[in-house]
């Protein structure tokens, strides 16, 4: 008898240490997927380095909001299928720099006259918000969108940034942009020359 609970014993003892064994497998698998690591690699090339005389006359701060809808449609038609309907809002803020790209031509008219024709207006590039520049509003999907392609969110942001978006800019802001040309050439050329009269010539 005393040998039978000895042998009893140790199989106890052994189930004891494999059911513990396998709640510790568990745990520390559970464990690894809810804390795992993540891995990001990034790299730069410089495709070039180029001097530049650009100046800059105004910074429009600008908040874009893009709505854009993919949908899959029957074969062969343009016919949306309904409920596949895929959605994404996007929110970004940044500046729209407006200025000149090469430099201002100065000629002397006479005594202390001096006339300064700039070059045509451009789009300088663009500058993010620091605090917030990108927000992916709303991105949801329909009942059948499961098929739908997804939303190129980075095209999108692309497309909004390029230069020739900001262009319309130049249009509605142009009598702000000569103002500050104006006040730009007298705040640098009047210290050497208090008498100096400066004449401004705008290329469309």
Same mark, same amino acid.
């Given at each position: 008898?005393?040998?039978?609970?000895?042998?009893?014993?140790v199989?106890?003892?052994?189930?004891?240490?494999?059911?513990?064994?396998?709640?510790?497998?568990?745990?520390?698998f559970?464990?690894?997927?809810?804390?795992?690591?993540?891995?990001?690699?990034?790299?730069?090339?410089?495709?070039?380095?180029?001097?530049?005389?650009?100046?800059?006359?105004?910074n429009?701060?600008?908040?874009?909001?893009?709505?854009?809808?993919?949908?899959?449609t029957?074969?062969?038609?343009?016919?949306?299928?309904?409920?596949?309907?895929?959605?994404?809002?996007?929110?970004? =803020? @940044?500046?729209?720099? &407006?200025?000149?790209?090469?430099?201002?031509? *100065?000629?002397?008219?006479? %005594?202390? $006259?001096?006339?300064?024709?700039?070059?045509?207006?451009?789009?300088?590039?663009?500058?993010?918000?620091?605090?917030?520049?990108?927000?992916?509003?709303?991105?949801?999907?329909?009942?059948?969108?499961?098929?739908?392609?997804?939303?190129?969110?980075?095209?999108?942001?692309?497309?909004?940034?390029?230069?020739?978006?900001?262009?319309?800019?130049?249009?509605?802001?142009?009598?702000?942009?000569?103002?500050?040309?104006? =006040? @730009?050439?007298?705040? &640098?050329?009047?210290?050497?020359?208090?008498? *100096?009269?400066?004449?401004? %010539?705008? $290329?469309?």
């Amino acid at each position: 008898m005393t040998l039978f609970k000895k042998i009893l014993g140790v199989k106890l003892y052994l189930w004891f240490v494999l059911l513990l064994a396998l709640v510790t497998l568990v745990g520390s698998f559970f464990l690894r997927q809810s804390s795992g690591t993540s891995i990001s690699t990034s790299q730069s090339v410089v495709n070039y380095i180029e001097e530049v005389n650009e100046q800059v006359f105004l910074n429009v701060g600008i908040e874009h909001v893009e709505t854009k809808t993919n949908n899959t449609t029957i074969p062969w038609t343009k016919i949306g299928i309904p409920f596949s309907e895929k959605k994404a809002l996007i929110i970004l =803020n @940044y500046q729209a720099k &407006l200025g000149i790209k090469s430099p201002a031509k *100065i000629k002397e008219v006479s %005594e202390h $006259t001096y006339k300064i024709t700039l070059p045509k207006y451009e789009v300088i590039g663009i500058e993010l918000d620091p605090d917030k520049p990108y927000e992916l509003y709303d991105s949801q999907g329909e009942l059948l969108s499961y098929s739908t392609k997804d939303i190129d969110t980075g095209e999108i942001v692309a497309k909004t940034l390029s230069n020739s978006v900001q262009e319309k800019y130049l249009a509605q802001y142009t009598k702000q942009l000569n103002e500050s040309a104006k =006040n @730009y050439y007298q705040t &640098l050329l009047t210290p050497l020359n208090p008498d *100096i009269n400066l004449e401004f %010539e705008f $290329t469309e």
